[in-house]
């Protein structure tokens, strides 16, 4: 695996040294248990009631930096990448259309889903992928789908065989290309309104469901499991960190032990509130059944239009300062790594510059993010507003503007 080494190595010694937590690494929170000073230069800030973090003290930029040196003798916790750092891992798209009819609430049914296969009258989402592995040199697609199509508009974690059969379809036309593959459940934390371990479905039940996919899926090398889309207004962190902690569990202990597992925080998974917003410091607690952290992976999501909504093709930030520089902070000093499994804008040049700026970032920060899915093909019409849907003529793809100039490795390069 290969960000096994780096959870090896950057593990919860980079969070102190002498009993003071170093610069940028958690220092409070209601669960917390580690140290709650902070090395000389950084004072403990108050992020939420979940998270303390150790941040300069206004008048002391010099005096953080020298703390920065010392607190962190032989580890990378801070700011500064290590100089392994510059390729990403991943870079793939989002092949949505099992997911078609799913809105904010979790409310859908079974027929919204429009599969993005030819043999289902859909579009060409083989096709699609195979051009993206051969031409763009892609190595990731993201497979959205809705519990309620999975199991037929049923509340529990028995697969339809039918519907499943047709997303499996989706599946393996993905892992043909030999790229990896991310199994989405794409619910929003929800059943029709009702949060999942928080007066809707159960634990339980959502456990169940996962445990059967990865049953499923067990052998396959190549499959990650996105545990949940763009959780939001999510009334207790803690709890929903215990519904992915269940999830986790099915995963593996249904076989799938090896296997990239993402992790989901609140605020649809936004990159810029995973830490200051708690989800950082709850998901932090979720284990393998070994209580070992190997293959957990925090989901994050950004867009760069200006409510961070992906409604708009006018991008407005590259999320940097914002999004990804205190994100990569945190993973740094935690010992973390992150995957950014939706991003995106507009075909236009001013998200072609702010994307291309964003991917540059990340890929210096490769050590903590494995990398970017870009939302969205399949489906999709080429004229939706942050569409990646290239176009087939005759056999010849045409993709995007924005693929082709920002987010193709085989344009930036950024990718091992």
Request: glycine fraction near 10%; proline fraction near 4%.
């Amino acid at each position: 695996m290969k960000f096994t080494h780096a959870l090896g190595f950057l593990g919860l010694g980079a969070l102190s040294v002498h009993g003071q937590a170093a610069l940028y690494a958690q220092c409070g929170g209601e669960t917390w248990t580690g140290d709650t000073t902070c090395v000389s230069g950084a004072t403990c800030e108050y992020q939420n009631d979940y998270y303390s973090q150790c941040v300069p003290t206004a008048d002391a930029s010099s005096t953080a930096a020298t703390a920065t040196a010392s607190a962190t003798p032989t580890s990378t916790c801070g700011a500064t990448p290590p100089a392994s750092a510059g390729k990403l891992t991943y870079a793939g798209v989002n092949i949505a259309g099992f997911d078609f009819g799913m809105d904010t609430s979790g409310d859908d049914t079974a027929s919204s889903a429009y599969p993005p296969l030819t043999q289902y009258y859909g579009a060409d989402g083989a096709g699609q992928m195979t051009h993206f592995v051969n031409d763009d040199k892609y190595n990731i697609f993201r497979l959205p789908v809705s519990w309620q199509f999975l199991t037929n508009n049923v509340i529990t974690g028995t697969l339809n065989e039918t519907n499943f059969a047709e997303y499996d379809a989706l599946v393996q036309a993905c892992l043909t290309t030999g790229a990896s593959c991310i199994i989405d459940l794409h619910n929003y934390a929800r059943w029709d309104g009702d949060i999942i371990g928080q007066g809707g479905p159960s634990n339980e039940v959502f456990a169940e469901l996962w445990g059967n996919l990865a049953a499923y899926y067990a052998t396959e090398s190549k499959i990650l499991f996105g545990v949940m889309n763009e959780p939001h207004d999510l009334p207790n962190i803690t709890l929903w960190a215990e519904t992915v902690q269940a999830a986790v569990t099915a995963i593996r202990q249904a076989g799938a032990t090896t296997q990239y597992i993402l992790l989901p925080g609140d605020n649809y998974t936004s990159a810029e509130t995973f830490v200051s917003g708690g989800s950082a410091a709850a998901l932090a607690a979720v284990t393998n059944p070994d209580g070992g952290i190997t293959g957990l992976i925090m989901d994050v999501h950004k867009y760069l239009d200006s409510d961070n909504s992906g409604t708009s093709d006018t991008c407005v930030t590259n999320n940097i300062d914002d999004a990804w520089e205190p994100l990569s902070q945190w993973l740094r000093c935690n010992g973390r790594q992150a995957l950014n499994t939706e991003t995106g804008g507009g075909n236009t040049a001013s998200c072609e510059e702010y994307i291309c700026e964003q991917v540059d970032y990340q890929a210096e920060n490769s050590d903590v993010i494995l990398g970017y899915v870009g939302w969205a093909a399949g489906n999709f019409a080429t004229d939706y507003v942050l569409s990646e849907t290239p176009t087939d003529t005759n056999g010849t793809w045409t993709d995007q503007v924005l693929v082709s100039t920002c987010l193709s490795p085989a344009a930036n390069g950024v990718v091992a």
